[in-house]
């Protein structure tokens, strides 16, 4: 199945790199292109597209604004943003994964990691990259003490689940998931999706988020 792509970057050159080296993949097909977050968002609503590589600093509505706004649209509920940015310990960056973005991939990417990213994020897993920033997020996510308001979250999980959760949170797939807690992968996917029902994540960024934001797993863990 071809993997639709809308490019958002308020620079021409950068837009058609990035077309290039997205259409260098067969089953990745760029579907629009858009200057600005606002037309992003516009375009999103007429052209079809699984996933937004949304670059953060743009003019009238920016990569974050954006963001938010396709969250936010029930029509848009199948659309996967992924952040391209300079600078990956961008605050800006935080706010986007906050705000429902699937991840974020640095500028200086190889066309390989890109494509990875792409269909990562398409198949609704989290794309931290590189695997290291996930530490890096925690820091930013832990600056500020966990509120008992915002842990009570978890009380909706069952333990096992709460497991489930800490282990996405810290990097692993559904397979490594089961092979620890001693589950089959259909297992683990099924713990999974309760947990983000339950804690109305929108997909594995968004548990990641949460498991931080609310101490379940620490910077280091």
């Not at 970057?9 to 058609?16: F, K």
């Not at 949304?54 to 992924?82: H, N």
């Not at 810290?170 to 999706?193: F, M, Q, W, Y």
């Amino acid at each position: 199945m071809t993997i639709r792509v809308l490019i958002a970057d308020d620079q021409a050159l950068i837009r058609t790199g990035l077309r290039g080296i997205v259409e260098s993949a067969d089953d990745l097909d760029v579907v629009a292109e858009a200057a600005t977050g606002r037309e992003a968002v516009d375009l999103l609503r007429t052209t079809p597209a699984d996933v937004v590589l949304m670059d953060i600093r743009m003019p009238e509505v920016d990569g974050l604004q954006a963001t938010r706004q396709i969250v936010a649209d029930d029509a848009l509920a199948g659309v996967r943003v992924l952040i391209l940015t300079t600078f990956e310990l961008d605050e800006y960056v935080l706010q986007a994964l906050r705000a429902g973005a699937s991840g974020f991939l640095g500028k200086g990417a190889t066309p390989t990691d890109l494509h990875n990213a792409i269909r990562t994020v398409a198949n609704g897993e989290a794309l931290l990259s590189p695997k290291a920033t996930q530490t890096l997020i925690a820091r930013f996510l832990t600056t500020s003490a966990t509120e008992p308001s915002t842990a009570a979250v978890l009380d909706a999980l069952t333990d096992r689940e709460r497991e489930v959760v800490t282990l996405v949170a810290l990097g692993l797939s559904n397979d490594e998931i089961g092979a620890r807690l001693h589950l089959s992968p259909a297992t683990a996917k099924t713990h999974v999706n309760r947990a983000m029902t339950k804690l109305g994540a929108r997909d594995r960024a968004q548990l990641v988020v949460i498991a931080y934001q609310t101490g379940l797993v620490r910077p280091g863990q």
